[in-house]
């Protein structure tokens, strides 16, 4: 069973500063995904990451892959306020089911509040 | 493009009762997803189709639950009978091959 786990679950930080979202997963896969969630509200993809090494950056937010430590990052560099927000990783088991699209397992989600 | 459409966005019933969440995908996607969200079990995986074909119904809980998808444009999760255990805010999703996953603005289900 895929396992996907993420820390901090709860993070508070102040404007300015910069941190780092830790994402880890049980299984081989070479596909993550990194979603953000306002309260009340859906998902936003933020970045989709497909092979190891990858690493995509928009705005403050930067996000990188290692397949082989099963291992992602969400890094924040000089948060801001309006980043605050539930960010998910999701991992697909595309490759281990060798097929189509396949649905996502989804970590717990980290809740971050950035204060001013 | 709308983006995926959901409906209803909020529904209120009784136990007992059926309840039939509808969803619309990006035109162009052949991939769709239904997911649960709660506090306590998070995000999880209840279905999902590829070319209108379900490909992997183990995330329903129950034979309570039922999906359909009749065509490229058009699905369908019913409970029946409804129980209060069902509350939570069901998530529609959709994707194109080797794309990420686009979502719904979701139902938000209360039984009572």
């Known amino acids: 069973e895929l396992k996907v786990e993420q820390n901090p679950l709860f993070l508070s930080m102040q404007e300015g500063k910069n941190y780092t979202i830790y994402c880890n997963y049980s299984?081989?896969?070479?596909?993550l995904y990194w979603y953000r969630q306002d309260p009340g509200k859906s998902l936003e993809s933020l970045f989709v990451l497909l092979s190891n090494g990858a690493v995509k950056q928009e705005g403050r937010l930067m996000a990188s892959l290692d397949t082989k430590a099963r291992l992602s990052t969400l890094h924040i560099t000089a948060a801001v306020h309006d980043l605050s927000a539930t960010y998910f990783c999701?991992?697909?088991?595309?490759?281990?089911?060798?097929?189509?699209?396949?649905?996502?397992?989804f970590g717990k989600g980290t809740h971050l509040i950035i204060q001013p | 493009d709308a983006g995926v459409i959901q409906s209803p966005r909020h529904e209120v019933t009784e136990m007992g009762q059926e309840v039939t969440l509808r969803c619309k995908p990006i035109?162009?996607?052949?991939?769709l997803f239904w997911y649960r969200q709660t506090m306590m079990r998070g995000l999880e995986l209840l279905i999902y189709?590829?070319?209108?074909?379900?490909?992997?119904d183990s995330g329903m809980p129950e034979d309570r639950f039922s999906a359909k998808m009749p065509n490229a444009s058009f699905s369908t999760l019913k409970i029946q009978p409804s129980e209060p255990r069902d509350s939570a805010v069901y998530f529609c999703?959709?994707?194109?091959?080797?794309?990420?996953?686009?979502f719904g603005p979701g139902t938000r289900l209360t039984v009572l």
């Open positions: 999701a991992v697909d088991k595309r490759a281990l089911s060798g097929g189509g699209a396949d649905g996502l397992t």
């Open positions: 299984t081989t896969s070479d596909r």
């Open positions: 999703a959709s994707s194109s091959p080797d794309n990420e996953q686009f």
């Open positions: 035109s162009g996607h052949n991939s």
């Open positions: 189709f590829n070319n209108n074909v379900p490909i992997d």
